[in-house]
């Protein structure tokens, strides 16, 4: 097995976990958490803001980390973290100790992919790096769509479910061990980068649509639940949809080789303005909602594997920091996002609070890289396959 397969298909199934089971899979059971445990969506945004906000202070620590200690004990511990976390979730009797499960939970997402950026940088051949980090970036979609039919299976049975995938997490821990680099970094951390133009412009672009995508992540499935009636089995089916759709973000590095950063970019943020404004449509059906939410997988997972190339691009020396601040903007976009989305619905209704976060999506078209090109641009039309 070539080290781009190997690596690749390490790194797909932690981003799976960690990405799809510990983080985004609360937003699929929150209907079921909130009838048992009383939550209210003011406290749902809370809980999911501080989720969010441990992913930032992990996805640091691991940049820092993974140029110290290497990539493969930190994708390991990200493994670990995540079957903690969500072993919490399953046992959680009250909305304390459930909040505290959720960000524990969510501290796994910062941790896995800086690591998995370094292994790729060191085991994996130039003119296929982009398309194995962005294979690998959709792992997230996997996680997603895999948890709609656990959903689906259980009932309703979230206890169960988390407990399933921590059971998952360890799987994973095990299989990052056997096959993941070691990468070790030069043995301290390099500083922060430069706040140069083109870092800027990132940082604006990535935070605007990560406070965006809470209106789905956080809020979509109860928002559909309350318009079409729909109940554990419908919100399950939408989750699959949503994470089918995602799969196509591992064409992200094939698409920007083609089309360029900035069109790939504000195409799919157009896309996912669309599919934010589908949540509270008068018109909405049952099926154009699931198509919705397939465009809205599809548009967010391509856009986070834009930020990957995007920051990989502007750091091309420093891979796992590269990631870092992209990823780490999207989930300060996030953080800032769900308690405020949690605000417009108690107070507005759901059809202010999704206009303005469709605005939120759009805006971030404005910001254009320009960054220099890709390190191994002169190999980029090439296909990339792993």
Not at 82 to 104: N, Q, S, W, Y
Not at 225 to 242: H, K, P, Y
Request: a positive charge; glycine letters at 14%.
């Amino acid at each position: 097995m070539s080290p781009a397969v190997r690596i690749g298909a390490v790194g797909f199934g932690l981003i799976a976990v960690c990405y799809g089971f510990a983080r985004f899979a609360f937003g699929l059971f929150l209907p079921s958490i909130d009838d048992d445990l009383g939550l209210g969506p003011t406290l749902s945004g809370m809980i999911s803001g501080g989720a969010f906000a441990g992913y930032c202070a992990a996805i640091v620590a691991s940049a820092a980390l993974t140029e110290r200690i290497g990539a493969k004990a930190v994708a390991v511990s990200a493994a670990l973290v995540a079957g903690l976390g969500m072993v919490g979730i399953a046992l959680a009797p009250t909305p304390v100790i459930l909040a505290a499960a959720v960000i524990v939970a969510g501290l796994s997402t910062g941790l896995a992919s800086p690591p998995m950026a370094a292994a790729v940088a060191a085991g994996v051949r130039p003119v296929r790096q982009d398309g194995t980090n962005t294979v690998i970036n959709a792992g997230t979609s996997a996680g997603v769509a895999l948890s709609g039919p656990v959903a689906l299976g259980m009932a309703g049975q979230w206890r169960l479910a988390f407990a399933a995938f921590a059971a998952v997490a360890a799987i994973l821990a095990l299989a990052a061990a056997i096959s993941l680099p070691a990468a070790r970094g030069s043995g301290k951390p390099a500083g922060l980068p430069p706040l140069n133009t083109p870092m800027l412009r990132l940082i604006t672009a990535a935070f605007l649509m990560g406070a965006a995508s809470t209106a789905w992540w956080t809020f979509g499935g109860q928002l559909v639940s309350e318009r079409l009636g729909w109940d554990v089995t419908g919100l399950g089916f939408l989750w699959i949809c949503v994470g089918t759709g995602g799969i196509a973000g591992a064409w992200a590095g094939k698409l920007v080789a083609r089309f360029g950063l900035n069109f790939v970019h504000c195409i799919f943020l157009v896309l996912m303005a669309v599919s934010i404004l589908i949540l509270d449509s008068t018109l909405a059906t049952p099926t154009l909602v699931l198509i919705g939410g397939a465009v809205f997988g599809g548009a967010y997972v391509m856009l986070t594997g834009v930020y990957l190339i995007w920051g990989l691009r502007v750091l091309h020396d420093r891979p796992a920091t590269g990631l870092m601040i992209g990823f780490l903007t999207i989930a300060v976009g996030q953080t800032a996002g769900a308690p405020v989305f949690g605000l417009l619905l108690t107070s507005f209704g759901a059809g202010p609070a999704v206009l303005v976060f469709a605005t939120f999506t759009l805006l971030a078209g404005l910001f254009r890289a320009g960054c220099a090109a890709s390190p191994h641009a002169a190999h980029e039309n090439q296909p990339n396959r792993l």
